[in-house]
């Protein structure tokens, strides 16, 4: 199982960015996926998850307002809008394959992991 994110970059805050997890190596349509965090110095966090249908998502309340997560099975794949972004979102994102159907901000519900994109907000 391999996930590859991408559409990591520099931006202004108030900027936009649309971050890319593509998994390979099996089916995923059936799991939730998830978009987590981790700053410099800093544990990773829960930032988004989506269901296997993409009809339930569920944020932190950090990005609640403006990050999107939405998904396309038939592509394996998961995206995670970001708008309005702030300094504070400058992060590694890493996506990740969930456990089951549904999957909330808690680590142990995901199964496999992507190797991460950097997002770097300039203020």
């Known amino acids: 199982v391999q996930l590859q994110a991408s559409g990591g970059g520099l931006v202004q805050a108030g900027g936009s960015l649309r971050l890319s997890c593509a998994a390979s190596?099996?089916?995923?349509?059936?799991?939730?996926m998830g978009w987590f965090r981790q700053a410099p110095g800093k544990e990773r966090e829960f930032v988004a998850a989506?269901?296997?249908?993409?009809?339930?998502?569920y944020y932190a309340d950090s990005v609640k307002g403006r990050f999107t997560i939405s998904r396309d099975n038939a592509k394996n794949t998961v995206y995670l809008q970001m708008n309005s972004l702030k300094p504070e979102d400058t992060a590694v994102y890493y996506c990740?394959?969930?456990?089951?159907?549904?999957?909330?901000?808690?680590?142990?519900?995901?199964?496999?992991w992507g190797q991460g994109t950097l997002v770097t907000v300039s203020s």
């Open positions: 190596g099996g089916t995923f349509s059936s799991y939730a």
């Open positions: 989506i269901d296997w249908s993409g009809g339930s998502t």
């Open positions: 990740a394959v969930g456990r089951s159907s549904y999957a909330g901000s808690n680590f142990a519900g995901y199964a496999y």
